[in-house]
C-alpha cells in the first residue's frame, strides 16, 4: 500500500481464470489469468486532483493485484473515452508496469477507448 492509505486500492472488477487439473477435473487453486478493469473518464493523470489520484490508484492497484496474485498473469484494462496523452502512457509504462514487474508480476495494461466526451470534458475538464 501507498504511504498514507488506509486500504488497498481495488480495480472496478476482476475477472479470474482458472485451468483445470487434467487427472482429477478440477480447478487449480491459483488463477492462472487475472483480468483487472478499472473504468475512468480521466486521460491525463497529470492534471488536476482526479488526474493524480488515478495514477496513484493505478500503482497502487498493480501492487495489490501482483501480491494477491504472484503466480498469475495479470492485464490491467482501462477503460475511457479518450486516448492517453503521451505523458500517461510513460507514466504507466516507466512507472506502474516497471514496479509491477520489479515485484516478480507478469503484468500488462490494456488502455481501451470506449465511449466518448463531451463539452467541457472534451476540453480538458475531468467529469
Known sequence: MLAGQTRPFTPDWIAERYERDPGTGRKT?????????????????????????????????????????????????????????????????NEVIAAAKASGAQVRVVWRVVGFLSGAAALGGVA
Open 29 to 93: 487453486e491459483v488463477p492462472t489469468e487475472v483480468h483487472a478493469i478499472e473504468a475512468t473518464l480521466a486521460s491525463n493523470w497529470g492534471y488536476g486532483k482526479f488526474g493524480e489520484h488515478k495514477s496513484r490508484q493505478s500503482w497502487g492497484t498493480l501492487a495489490t493485484l501482483a501480491a494477491k496474485y504472484p503466480r498469475s498473469r495479470i492485464t490491467y484494462h482501462i477503460v475511457c473515452p479518450a486516448e492517453p496523452p503521451a505523458e500517461t502512457r510513460a507514466y504507466i509504462e
